[in-house]
């Protein structure tokens, strides 16, 4: 339960916005800035604290608590391997088009400081419910 809680792409999606949010909050002078920095201080120990119950239970398919490798990623064999292929494939693709039109929402939004961490937001969580989908599809 643990570990597919920790590579759910929904739970990273939660916590993007969670930081985004934050950030935004941080910037803005904004009121409830510190009882959010509490949600996100437990949230991060949380995910840390799961991290090392896992991998105390299961030393085989432990998880880096600090790796370039993000933990959605399962290769133990070719074709998982093949299926992350095709996956990150597809979030390249999405990002060839997304990104421009990204810059083109910025440069025409120049007034509204939250656009630009939405549109993080919303290429984030695109981004794993890509990589979510095509996995599923072939693992399933």
């Given at each position: 339960?643990i570990?597919?809680?920790i590579?759910?792409?929904?739970?990273?999606?939660?916590?993007?916005?969670?930081m985004?949010?934050?950030?935004y909050?941080?910037?803005?002078?904004?009121g409830?800035?510190?009882p959010?920095?509490?949600?996100?201080l437990?949230?991060?120990?949380?995910?840390?604290?799961?991290?090392?119950?896992?991998?105390?239970r299961?030393?085989?398919?432990?998880?880096?608590?600090?790796?370039?490798?993000p933990?959605?990623?399962?290769?133990?064999d070719?074709?998982?391997q093949?299926?992350?292929?095709?996956?990150?494939?597809?979030?390249?693709?999405f990002?060839?088009?997304?990104i421009p039109y990204?810059?083109?929402l910025?440069v025409?939004?120049p007034?509204?400081?939250?656009?630009?961490?939405?549109?993080?937001?919303?290429?984030?969580s695109?981004?794993?419910?890509?990589y979510?989908?095509?996995?599923?599809?072939?693992?399933?």
């Open positions: 339960m570990e597919r809680t590579r759910s792409p929904f739970f990273m999606v939660v916590y993007t916005g969670l985004l949010l934050f950030v909050a941080s910037f803005e002078q904004k409830w800035v510190y959010l920095g509490i949600v996100v437990t949230v991060t120990a949380g995910l840390f604290l799961f991290l090392i119950v896992h991998n105390l299961h030393p085989e398919r432990s998880i880096k608590l600090i790796s370039f490798i933990y959605e990623f399962n290769e133990e070719e074709g998982q093949w299926v992350t292929n095709r996956a990150c494939r597809k979030v390249y693709i990002f060839y088009f997304a990204s810059a083109l910025m025409l939004f007034f509204f400081p939250e656009v630009p961490l939405l549109i993080l937001f919303v290429l984030s695109t981004q794993y419910t890509i979510w989908y095509e996995t599923r599809r072939y693992l399933k």
